[in-house]
């Protein structure tokens, strides 16, 4: 599972700016970046200056072995592409960012397009929804031409907000996302499309406000939070089930998800203007437990695929998000430890238990020479893609009985040496066998065995 950062700050102008703010990234643990373009109804291609910006992120990311995302969006809803040329302008300006830079293969089409602040009109003058058939069809377009620079990008639609009220005349018309993802199916089963338009859905599971944990459900009202993931599920089977589109079996990513904290009186300084009332910002250690729990409950619902936070550095305007990991002057918070942790522990296939779910390490293993068991210096080198325990045995042959056992443990991504202790072995042929198999969550083990070897 993706464990990402949505973070304008390291969109620098030079590679070595990016790569500083990619470092800090990094070292909060996560492993993906998301950052925005955003499109205006009079480009068809982005302009130099933006690709240059993008390609240093990607780059900056790749020398940190860190995945970018890019969400293309309109900047607000006198912006909305619903004309047939802004939506081919969106969908050209998308294919071009692709084209112009290579190590950039996942895009998020469109930011809220249920919302009145991203997309107007959001209702028909009879009160049908305007805003899913016009958002699916621009999608649909993007889709295409992101697909014909090149067949692997992913495109993910949506990037849905959780709440909205679902009544027209408001002043703040809006579409709540049970709601949005009901209209967005019925709009493709009317549009005539015979192939997908996304590859995965993007929802921003944000709570009502900072004090609730993730772990808080709606299964009666139409809101969307993390822990309504069987609801989502059961949303895009009914929305999408039976068509070109997959639904109940779409891959999610939850693209925007945030808990803001109380700024300490030692940090005051960095910040201007006055906290909204409905925000509720909390102690950094609440922030850190709901961030762990929010990975945790992500990482056992079978179809997301990531959780990104929003944002890794806080934003000096009180007004805006106090949600990162580091504070505005780029020092870390006490919660990044905590955080930190808790991604590896992603990684590593054991931040939970989830039921039903069976992993089997996948490795690397290298085997010492036989000989070297009666110098005391054989051991098998093992690297997993997660945490891993580790059974490794020298067998005699041809009966294949066990003459010595070493065990360890290894954690993801890093080599470890598992020792035999030190033994007098009779001459005749012998293997190498290793059983490898996850901690938490265990599936089939993976074995292993090296070439028959024989001491004389």
Known sequence: ???????????????????????????????????????????????????ATIRNVAEAAKLDGIQTFVSVYNFGSRTTPLSDTDQGNFASYAAGLARQIADVRNFIVGNEPNLNRFWLPQFNPDGSDAAAPAYLSVLARTYQALKQVDPTTRVFGGAISPRGIDRPGTGRDTHSPTVF?????TAYRASGLTGPVMDALAIHPYPENSTIAPSFAHPNTTPIGIADYTKLEGLLSQAFDGTAQPGSTLPILYA??????????????????????????????????????????????????????????????????????????????PSLATFKEAARDVRGGVIA?????????????????????????????????????????????????????????????????????????APGRYRFTVSLRAPVNPGPPLAVASKNATLR
Request: charged share 20%; aromatic share 8%.
């Open 1 to 51: 599972m993706l464990v990402g950062a949505a973070e304008d700050e390291v969109r620098q102008s030079t590679l070595t700016e990016a790569k500083a703010k990619m470092d800090l990234l990094q070292l909060a643990g996560f492993d993906t970046v998301r950052v925005t373009s955003i499109w205006d109804p009079s480009e068809t291609q982005p302009s130099g200056t933006e690709v």
């Open 181 to 185: 993802i009901q209209d967005l199916g």
């Open 256 to 333: 925007e998800y945030g808990v803001e904290t109380q700024i300490p009186t030692a940090k005051a300084s960095l910040y201007s203007g006055t906290e909204p009332a409905t925000i509720k910002p909390v102690p950094e250690d609440t922030q850190a437990t709901y961030y762990q729990q929010a990975l945790a409950l992500s990482f056992c619902q079978p179809n997301v695929m990531g959780l990104f936070i929003f944002h890794a550095f806080d934003e000096p305007a009180l007004d805006r998000f106090q949600s990162g990991l580091y504070y505005a002057d780029g020092t870390p918070k």
């Open 353 to 425: 238990h989830c039921v039903g779910l069976e992993l089997t390490p996948k490795a690397t293993v290298s085997y010492p020479r036989v000989a070297a068991i009666a110098a005391g210096t054989a051991a098998v080198k093992v690297t997993c893609d997660i945490d891993c325990t580790v059974y490794a045995r020298l067998e005699k042959l041809p009966r294949h009985s066990t003459t010595l056992v070493a065990r360890g443990k290894a954690l993801a991504g890093e080599r470890t040496q598992v020792a035999f202790r030190r033994a007098r072995l």
